[in-house]
């Protein structure tokens, strides 16, 4: 890893590139939107704008990819802190994956979102989006790394409440905003731990940046108490972490956060915003790596509890977008877990960040198709989201589903598909960390059975979408869209399809992230067939259960659900979370602390700030009667005065 | 030779009586006429310690003293005379338009 520093090294080719990767999207939002406010002829030029300059910054990350990268470039910002760009393969991976995957999202939304008249403000918006994620992304600095952090959070507002004039969409947008909030101040927290952790060991020199972060977590672990800190600094970031990337308990935001535009929430969930807190973990993995195993053990937990978790709550929804979003939840567990994964065994760490942002990768591709493609069937019937008003959808816009189609074989890792690689070897390496340590067995249990789920839940939507008859008179006359919304779903379908064959080169690629580190060389696990295979059967069973009930009715899900009772009611009610977060901590507890603060801050401190007002108003009411405005009495004043001054001076003998 | 004494005795007359003169008159007038009367209380003080000490730049003094009082009078005059273009008046009542 080379190190620039100052104005020479931004000249540098490629740290200029990597700047210029983050900041061009950015650029291209100041320009876009007053230009679209004060030309209207621009509007419709701003869809092919916005394209481009993310287009740029593709090139550019292919460039570092190309060049081979790998540097750490810093200039003086604060005092103690620095800005400026940290670029290994895991950036370079992320910024690819971000700025291609946004890219064809953006070709995409040019057709659908092309009638809306302020679609400049929504270009605008969802290039500064991007920018915030790619500059998340190639951050040197935790504090920076924040304020980008901050600007996905605000885009992400901006965008799901874009339709603001309808309600659900603005109570959506607070949602979103609010819950990850949650997230961020526990991630702030967290960074203050780092910060004052990393103190004793850095000095004053940059104790946030990621390059000290990974390069000193071992000194900080030598400390007294250091374990423990890092420890605590990780359960804290795995917060914020868990409130971007919609971990459990804080993943509520995300199925609301459907009432935005379809390609915003392609935009969330494939490429710019749930990524990030994968990321996050991924990044400053040296802190889990020397913590207490209670931090590691969280990871892990959190992501497989999630991964099966969501996949139980997608089984009833029957919103084509909200079942997409709880498989989001559920595939980030399965990141997280991966990483959880090596940080409970150290010596697969080598592997597991790999792994998991392979699967990151993949996962952008068939959830970006599989939301282009219901954005596809929402542009063709009119915004129904029911998916009990589809139905045989197939024949009526066949590139349409068919793209669907194979965005479905990939999320449930079916085998000549990227997702059966990604996924499956999640999957496997649980199996192989469970061999080592018995810990683990929860773990892939509830993995294995989130890939039951998965398939059971996916096959469900698509049967009742593709296969059938049309239930509605949308649904009729529904066809497929116009060639720029059909291009970006081929090129993600032939994505998902082959990216499979990148799989060790990928591997490969990421191991040298640690090359010359402590963590550099690669586990190479086996395990028995029977147990590899597991996960694939259970596709099979699940596409089988879901052709018998959505397929071919030969049984009634309804029967199911009514058979099973409070069991159906629970999951429905999305285990009561919503009500548990909304009428019992916002409304009981939130709301009374709030009247308390209030209280205390309307009475006791504007109490304070007012009555020293008033005392000075009804002061001078007094004392200015002194000032009568006759000279006279002024004068008396200045004789009595300097009476009484040299009397003092005479009892204290100055004369 | 008239001792110094008395004419340090008439000196802190004069002053009193230019004193109690501002603190109580109730017209113009009358209060530059007191200013006056302290001013020159002030001026025979200087002239006689100047003459006791037999140095003539007290005395000096006292003429720069008295030319200043003069410009001060016709500056004060001036003054109550534009009061009482105002006013029809030159009491120092009539001079209340400062306060509150």
């Known amino acids: ?68 990268a790998n540097l750490y470039f810093y200039s003086a910002w604060f005092n103690n802190f620095t800005w400026g760009v940290y670029i290994d393969p895991l950036s370079i991976a992320m910024a690819m994956m971000v700025s291609g995957v946004s890219f064809l999202i953006h070709m995409f939304a040019i057709g659908y979102i092309g009638k809306d008249p302020n679609k400049h403000v929504y270009f605008a918006e969802t290039s500064l989006f991007t920018g915030g994620m ?73 104790p946030l940046s990621i390059y000290n972060i990974i390069h000193y977590a071992l000194n900080v672990a030598q400390l007294p108490n250091g374990q423990f800190n890092l420890a605590l600094a990780g359960a804290l970031v795995l917060g914020g972490a868990a409130g971007k990337s919609a971990q459990f308990p804080l993943h509520v935001w995300i199925p609301d956060a459907m009432e935005g535009p379809t390609t915003v929430s392609a935009l969330i969930h494939a490429a710019t915003m749930v990524t990030a807190g994968i990321y996050l973990v991924a990044r400053i993995y040296p802190v889990y790596v020397y913590a207490l195993p209670w931090a590691d053990y969280l990871v892990l937990y959190i992501g497989a509890f999630t991964a099966f978790l969501a996949g139980t709550m997608g089984l009833v929804m029957n919103d084509i977008k909200r079942i997409l979003a709880y498989s989001t939840i559920s595939q980030l567990g399965y990141m997280l877990a991966a990483l959880g994964l090596g940080f409970v065994m150290v010596n697969t760490i080598g592997n597991t960040i790999g792994i998991s942002i392979y699967h990151l990768i993949v996962h952008a591709f068939l959830k970006a198709l599989l939301f282009l493609s219901a954005g596809a069937i929402l542009y063709a019937l009119l915004d129904t989201r029911d998916i009990r008003k589809m139905g045989g959808l197939w024949k009526k816009m066949p590139i349409t589903i068919t793209a669907m189609f194979i965005g ?51 096959f469900r939507m698509f049967f009742t979408v593709a296969l059938g008859k049309p239930k509605s008179y949308a649904a009729e006359h529904a066809k497929d869209p116009p060639w720029v919304m059909i291009v970006p779903m081929i090129i993600l379908s032939i994505l998902a399809l082959i990216f499979g064959i990148f799989q060790s080169g990928f591997y490969n690629y990421f191991s040298s992230m640690f090359t010359g580190t402590k963590y550099a060389g690669t586990v190479s696990f086996s395990i028995p067939l029977y147990i590899e295979i597991i996960p694939f059967l259970l596709v099979l069973l699940g ?24 069991l159906y009611k629970i999951v429905k009610a999305k285990y009561y979370l919503d009500f548990l977060f909304t009428n019992i901590i916002a409304e009981r507890i939130i709301v009374f602390i709030a009247i308390v603060v209030s209280l205390f801050d309307k009475y006791f401190i504007d109490g304070i700030v007012n009555g020293l007002g008033l005392m000075a108003k009804y002061g001078s009411m007094a004392f200015r009667k002194a000032q009568t405005g006759i000279v006279q009495n002024y004068a008396v004043m200045v004789i009595i005065g300097l009476l009484v001054f040299l009397i003092i001076g005479k009892i204290l003998g100055v004369f | 030779m008239i001792p110094m004494i008395y004419v340090l005795f008439i000196s802190l007359l004069m002053f009193t009586v230019g004193l109690y003169g501002i603190l109580t008159v109730k017209g113009g007038v009358r209060l530059l006429i007191s200013i006056e009367i302290l001013v020159n209380s002030a001026n025979l003080n200087i ?15 006292v003429l720069i003293s008295i030319a200043i009082a003069a410009a001060e009078s016709a500056v004060g005059f001036a003054i109550l005379i534009a009061l009482y273009r105002q006013t029809k008046n030159v009491g120092l009542k009539s001079l209340k338009e400062l306060r509150w």
């Open chain 2, 47 to 61: 002239v006689a310690w100047a003459t006791m000490h037999s140095d003539p730049s007290g005395i000096l003094f």
């Open chain 1, 134 to 206: 790619l500059g998340v992304v190639l951050s040197s600095n935790m504090v920076m790394f924040f304020l980008f952090w901050e600007l996905v959070g605000l885009c992400s507002y901006l965008l799901i409440g874009f339709w603001w004039y309808k309600p659900n969409a603005a109570s959506a947008a607070k949602k979103a905003f609010i819950v990850t909030r949650v997230g961020d101040v526990l991630l702030i927290l967290g960074l203050a731990v780092l910060y004052w952790s990393f103190l004793p060991v850095v000095g004053n020199n940059d």
């Open chain 1, 408 to 458: 479905a074989l990939t999320l449930v890792g079916f085998p000549p598909t990227a997702g059966y690689f990604s996924k499956d070897e999640i999957i496997s390496l649980a199996y192989f960390v469970y061999n080592q340590n018995p810990y683990v067995l929860y773990a892939w249990i509830l993995l294995v059975i989130g890939a039951f789920l998965t398939t059971l839940y996916t």
């Open chain 1, 543 to 566: 596409i089988y259960i879901a052709w018998v009930f959505y397929g071919s009715h030969r049984l009634s899900a309804e029967k199911v659900a009514n058979g099973s009772g409070a």
């Open chain 1, 1 to 68: 890893m080379i190190s620039y520093s100052g104005l020479n090294g931004f000249l540098e080719p490629q740290v200029f590139a990597a700047v210029m990767i983050f900041l061009l999207p950015i650029i291209i939002f100041m320009f876009v939107l007053p230009l679209g406010k004060k030309f209207h002829g621009f509007r419709k030029y701003s869809g092919i704008v916005v394209t481009t300059g993310i287009f740029i910054s593709f090139l550019l990350a292919y460039y570092l990819y190309y060049t081979n």
